[in-house]
């Protein structure tokens, strides 16, 4: 018969490769970050640089608090640090010029809610006389810069 002959020519199921599970993994990573790059890319620059900015001096606030814990900077130097990180982010968040300028100049500025902060780091930077918890500045700078608009 000549079917019986045909059936020789049946066998088995071919095997996938396992490369094509690793091409479809990366073909997936590769819509995602396509889909995320292109989010990105047509995200308001303001909001981006609002958040990257906001991002970059909460870590620099924590990263003082974390010296300070360690015992590598005394409570002065610790204000003396969250003064000049909160100055900066009010100078790259709003340009106005909080570096340069002193506490009763920046209650009359559009910084003006950052400045009581500013007036408690600058008497704990200056005056001797009071002791600064530096754990409770460091909580409000953080607070100020991540809620900042």
């Not at 071919?14 to 479809?24: K, N």
């Not at 002065?76 to 900066?88: D, G, H, I, K, P």
Request: proline content about 4%; overall charge negative.
């Amino acid at each position: 018969m000549p079917a019986d002959d045909l059936l020789r020519f049946v066998g088995e199921p071919l095997t996938v490769s396992r490369w094509w599970l690793v091409l479809g993994l990366l073909g997936i990573v590769a819509v995602i970050t396509w889909c995320v790059g292109i989010y990105v890319w047509t995200m308001p620059s303001g909001r981006l640089h609002a958040w990257l900015t906001r991002r970059r001096f909460a870590k620099a606030v924590r990263r003082i608090g974390d010296h300070f814990r360690s015992g590598a900077l005394t409570s002065t130097e610790a204000c003396a640090q969250l003064s000049a990180v909160v100055r900066s982010f009010l100078a790259v968040a709003t340009g106005t010029p909080a570096e340069y300028m002193h506490v009763s100049e920046l209650a009359d500025s559009p910084v003006a809610e950052a400045a009581p902060l500013l007036s408690e780091l600058t008497a704990a930077q200056f005056d001797r006389t009071i002791s600064a918890d530096v754990a409770t500045l460091e909580r409000a700078a953080e607070e100020l810069v991540t809620t900042w608009n």
